[in-house]
T-cell receptor
Framework: SQELEQSPQSLIVQEGKNLTINCTSSKTLYGLYWYKQKYGEGLIFLMMLQKGGEEKSHEKITAKLDEKKQQSSLHITASQPSHAGIYLCGADGRGTASKLTFGTGTRLQVTL | DAGITQSPRHKVTETGTPVTLRCHQTENHRYMYWYRQDPGHGLRLIHYSYGVKDTDKGEVSDGYSVSRSKTEDFLLTLESATSSQTSVYFC????????????????FGNGTRLTVT
C-alpha cells in the first residue's frame, strides 16, 4: 500500500516568515491533494496536482509536484495567523473513486 | 463544508453497544466515504460507496459496516463498539473522474467525535 511521509511533523514560524512542508510518497504519485484542517473541523481542500512538474498557487500558498522524486511541497509566503492549522497531503490510489491515502499531517503555528 | 452534515457531532457510548453514525449530503455526489482520524495514524479509509447499495471495504474495515439506501445518506455502524474505535470519524464525498482525467478531490464533513468507554 502507498505510504505518505510528511515533514516536518510540526512547525512554529513567526508571522511574515516563509515556510515549506514536504510530502514524500513510497510509490508513484498519480494525483496529489493538499488539505488544511483546523482543530475540531473537517478538512478543507486546497489544491490538486496531477502532472509531474505541475505548480499551482492560491493566494500565498504554492504547491509543486516532483514526479521523479515522488514528492510534493507546499510553500507559504509571508505567513499569517490565518495559515495556522494542520496540513495534510493525500495521494490518489487510482481506480474509479478517490480512495485517498493521507499523510499524518504537519501542524503549523504562526506566532505574532 | 460542501453540503455535508454528520450526526451526531459528539457521542459517548459504552463498550459492546451498537452505534450508527450518519452522513447526509445535499450535493448529489455519487461517491461517499468514511474515514477515521487518530493521532499518529492520520486519516484511514474505513468503507466507501460507489452508489446506492454499492459499497466496498477500505483499509480498516474490521468491526464496521455501512449502508447506502439513498444517494444522500451513508450510514456507518459499529455493531459492538470497542475502545479501539474511539476516534474522530469523517465522511467525505466526491464525483466520478472526467474521462482521461484524475479523480476529483474529496470534500469532507466536520466529523463525529466518538468515545467508547
Amino acid at each position: 500500500s502507498q505510504e505518505l511521509e510528511q515533514s516536518p511533523q510540526s512547525l512554529i514560524v513567526q508571522e511574515g516568515k516563509n515556510l515549506t512542508i514536504n510530502c514524500t510518497s513510497s510509490k508513484t504519485l498519480y494525483g496529489l491533494y493538499w488539505y488544511k484542517q483546523k482543530y475540531g473541523e473537517g478538512l478543507i481542500f486546497l489544491m490538486m496536482l496531477q502532472k509531474g512538474g505541475e505548480e499551482k498557487s492560491h493566494e500565498k500558498i504554492t504547491a509543486k509536484l516532483d514526479e521523479k522524486k515522488q514528492q510534493s511541497s507546499l510553500h507559504i509566503t509571508a505567513s499569517q495567523p490565518s495559515h495556522a492549522g494542520i496540513y495534510l497531503c493525500g495521494a490518489d490510489g487510482r481506480g474509479t473513486a478517490s480512495k485517498l491515502t493521507f499523510g499524518t499531517g504537519t501542524r503549523l503555528q504562526v506566532t505574532l | 463544508d460542501a453540503g455535508i452534515t454528520q450526526s451526531p457531532r459528539h457521542k459517548v457510548t459504552e463498550t459492546g453497544t451498537p452505534v450508527t453514525l450518519r452522513c447526509h449530503q445535499t450535493e448529489n455526489h455519487r461517491y461517499m466515504y468514511w474515514y477515521r482520524q487518530d493521532p499518529g495514524h492520520g486519516l484511514r479509509l474505513i468503507h466507501y460507496s460507489y452508489g446506492v447499495k454499492d459499497t466496498d471495504k477500505g483499509e480498516v474495515s474490521d468491526g464496521y459496516s455501512v449502508s447506502r439506501s439513498k444517494t444522500e445518506d451513508f450510514l456507518l455502524t459499529l455493531e459492538s463498539a470497542t475502545s479501539s474505535q474511539t476516534s474522530v470519524y469523517f465522511c467525505a464525498i466526491s464525483e466520478p473522474a472526467i474521462p482521461s482525467s484524475y479523480n476529483s478531490p474529496l470534500h469532507f464533513g466536520n466529523g463525529t467525535r466518538l468515545t467508547v468507554t
